[in-house]
């Protein structure tokens, strides 16, 4: 249970406003300007908080993403609307090509995505979806729908993602963890040669500050191994690939979502039991070959490189959310989260991406400091899981004061709250709504 603190004063019409003026008629842009399609993982977090405005409009959200699900099960981390000029995102609709380039892997022939993926949040998001209003969701078959989609989606990842051989899904691309720039990619992307400069041009830089978004080297390399992937028929498991990365967030979203599907099972009359012993099968590697004891946070593993990257990032804290973790490593990760590293209740307002005393930290550069609110949404809800509800009442406080304060920030400086990057971000509007409610 949430504490009974009164959420502040505004946050319910601001959060509101925000999803209004960012609701498309099918979807939710994350923000008009900077954001100007749809996104995966934050389609499921506007989901969460949407469904306390409309069940109806937050099943519609998941189902536009559901259609333009590959045949190989992937489900790809934008959707592209065609009504939107193509120069006002980079990478757009012609550069990914997914219809024709994507063709072998079964993409969509009536619509427009991206090849690579997202953190896999959906079927966590469609039951929270179904239990804002399950007699609507019953009547309009929402759960039987998504059931089949999201099982394939699960077994795409866990089949021709586990490209490390041991059990956990892999990420090919930065942008596949949703953390784009985090210090932990540093050292697997020094090994790719970036595409030349002049080949591309950053639309993000039009709506953000460049000191606030990734660098122009980040964005070389990012452009490089999309190409590559694009090129190679989004094929997994290639030679070629240079960046493959094990990494605990998607990974504990995978397990946490994977004991949603096995309720979501039940529910339609399907086996629950597969859900189940997976998503044992995904906890024990995921402690077995990410979990740092020394660090007290799981890490992130170079695939290509052969060992742990020791980057100490918030992806490592999100394990707390796995239903089910070994107590001992639950308890290691609260004192990791409290503890000089990210400083929660004490040192800082919200937890931060990245190690407060790492050595690439900086306060205001995307993934590399700052504090999101997703991440934040999900640690409050692994505290309170695992019994602390003091620590995730307080982290609750503070992430609605922020919430309101930025503007509904799209990241703030960790120490502080001051806004960054865009505002009237809709995942940050939606998850403070959830948290309000
Ligand atoms: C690339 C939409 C997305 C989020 C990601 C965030 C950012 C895109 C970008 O915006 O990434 O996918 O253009 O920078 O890093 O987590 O889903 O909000």
């Given at each position: 249970?949430?504490?009974?603190?009164?959420?502040?004063?505004?946050?319910a019409s601001?959060?509101?406003?925000?999803?209004?003026?960012n609701?498309?008629?099918?979807?939710?842009?994350?923000?008009?300007?900077?954001?100007?399609?749809?996104?995966s993982?934050?389609?499921?977090?506007?989901?969460?908080?949407?469904?306390?405005?409309s069940?109806?409009?937050?099943?519609?959200?998941?189902?536009?993403?559901?259609?333009?699900?590959?045949?190989?099960?992937?489900?790809?981390?934008?959707?592209f609307n065609?009504?939107?000029?193509?120069?006002?995102?980079?990478?757009?609709p012609?550069?990914?090509r997914?219809s024709?380039?994507?063709?072998?892997?079964?993409?969509?022939?009536?619509?427009?995505?991206?090849?690579?993926v997202q953190?896999?949040?959906?079927?966590?998001?469609?039951?929270?979806?179904?239990r804002?209003?399950p007699?609507?969701?019953?009547?309009?078959?929402?759960l039987?729908?998504?059931?089949p989609?999201?099982?394939?989606?699960?077994?795409?990842?866990?089949?021709?993602?586990d490209?490390?051989?041991?059990?956990?899904?892999?990420?090919v691309?930065?942008?596949?963890?949703?953390?784009?720039?985090?210090?932990?990619?540093?050292?697997?992307?020094?090994?790719?040669?970036?595409?030349?400069?002049?080949?591309?041009?950053?639309?993000?830089?039009?709506?953000?500050?460049?000191?606030?978004?990734?660098?122009?080297?980040?964005?070389?390399?990012?452009?490089?191994?999309?190409?590559?992937?694009?090129d190679?028929?989004y094929?997994?498991?290639?030679?070629g690939a240079?960046?493959?990365?094990?990494?605990?967030?998607v990974?504990?979203?995978?397990?946490?979502?994977?004991?949603?599907?096995?309720?979501?099972?039940?529910?339609?009359?399907?086996?629950?039991?597969?859900h189940?012993?997976?998503?044992?099968r995904?906890?024990?590697?995921?402690?077995d070959?990410?979990?740092?004891?020394?660090?007290?946070?799981?890490l992130c593993?170079?695939?290509?490189?052969?060992?742990?990257?020791?980057?100490?990032?918030?992806?490592?804290l999100?394990?707390?959310?796995?239903?089910?973790?070994?107590?001992?490593?639950?308890?290691?990760?609260v004192?990791?989260?409290?503890?000089?590293?990210f400083?929660?209740?004490?040192?800082?307002?919200?937890?931060?991406?990245?190690?407060?005393?790492?050595?690439?930290?900086?306060?205001?550069?995307?993934?590399?400091?700052?504090?999101?609110?997703?991440?934040?949404?999900?640690?409050?809800?692994?505290?309170?899981q695992?019994?602390?509800?003091a620590?995730?009442?307080?982290?609750?406080?503070?992430?609605?004061?922020?919430?309101?304060?930025?503007?509904?920030?799209?990241y703030?400086?960790?120490?502080?709250?001051?806004?960054r990057?865009?505002?009237?971000?809709?995942?940050?509007?939606?998850?403070?709504?959830?948290?309000?409610?």
């Amino acid at each position: 249970m949430t504490s009974a603190r009164p959420a502040p004063t505004g946050l319910a019409s601001g959060a509101r406003r925000v999803l209004t003026d960012n609701w498309t008629g099918s979807s939710t842009v994350p923000a008009p300007g900077l954001y100007p399609h749809q996104w995966s993982w934050d389609s499921a977090f506007i989901a969460i908080g949407s469904r306390h405005i409309s069940p109806r409009r937050a099943q519609r959200e998941l189902e536009t993403l559901f259609a333009a699900q590959w045949g190989d099960g992937r489900i790809p981390h934008i959707v592209f609307n065609p009504a939107v000029p193509p120069a006002a995102y980079f990478p757009g609709p012609g550069f990914w090509r997914s219809s024709t380039a994507g063709a072998a892997a079964g993409a969509p022939r009536g619509v427009e995505t991206s090849g690579i993926v997202q953190p896999p949040v959906h079927a966590l998001a469609s039951l929270l979806v179904h239990r804002a209003d399950p007699r609507s969701s019953a009547r309009h078959g929402f759960l039987a729908r998504a059931y089949p989609r999201l099982a394939a989606w699960h077994r795409y990842l866990t089949g021709a993602r586990d490209l490390g051989g041991g059990g956990l899904v892999a990420v090919v691309h930065p942008w596949e963890p949703g953390m784009d720039n985090s210090p932990c990619w540093d050292a697997p992307l020094a090994r790719v040669e970036p595409a030349p400069p002049g080949t591309f041009r950053r639309a993000d830089l039009d709506h953000g500050a460049a000191s606030d978004r990734p660098t122009d080297l980040d964005y070389g390399r990012y452009v490089r191994l999309a190409a590559d992937y694009r090129d190679g028929g989004y094929a997994d498991g290639g030679a070629g690939a240079a960046f493959i990365v094990e990494d605990p967030g998607v990974n504990a979203l995978l397990i946490a979502s994977e004991h949603a599907l096995a309720e979501i099972a039940a529910l339609v009359g399907a086996d629950a039991s597969v859900h189940r012993d997976r998503a044992a099968r995904l906890t024990a590697a995921l402690v077995d070959r990410l979990w740092d004891p020394a660090a007290g946070l799981f890490l992130c593993r170079d695939v290509l490189g052969g060992g742990p990257i020791r980057e100490l990032s918030a992806a490592g804290l999100l394990p707390l959310l796995v239903p089910g973790l070994p107590h001992g490593i639950a308890a290691a990760l609260v004192r990791t989260a409290r503890g000089a590293h990210f400083g929660l209740g004490h040192q800082t307002r919200l937890v931060p991406s990245y190690d407060l005393l790492g050595p690439a930290f900086d306060a205001a550069r995307y993934w590399r400091g700052p504090a999101w609110f997703n991440v934040n949404w999900l640690l409050e809800r692994g505290l309170r899981q695992h019994g602390e509800s003091a620590s995730a009442d307080a982290l609750r406080a503070a992430a609605l004061e922020t919430a309101v304060a930025s503007g509904f920030a799209e990241y703030v400086d960790p120490y502080t709250g001051e806004a960054r990057g865009t505002r009237g971000f809709s995942w940050t509007a939606a998850l403070a709504l959830d948290l309000a409610v």
